[in-house]
């Protein structure tokens, strides 16, 4: 059995960091709906903001199926 005592697991990076968007549309619900989380916080708040757009005009469910 080994001991992982002093390792810090990996950081996680932000896809669209990566791919340098510069901004996040609400009308591509495929990529919302990936993406919920697990982005930096400038891209997490635009995220945040098309998730919503998206939902109020019925592109997204507000709960899951």
Known sequence: MRRDRGRRPRRK???FCVDKVEHI???DV??????ISGNCA???RQVTVA???ARNIALLP???E
């Open 62 to 64: 507000f709960t899951a």
């Open 13 to 15: 990076v932000c896809t």
């Open 51 to 53: 998730i919503k757009r």
């Open 25 to 27: 549309d609400y009308k």
């Open 42 to 44: 400038k891209h997490q």
């Open 30 to 35: 495929a990529k919302l709906r990936r993406f």
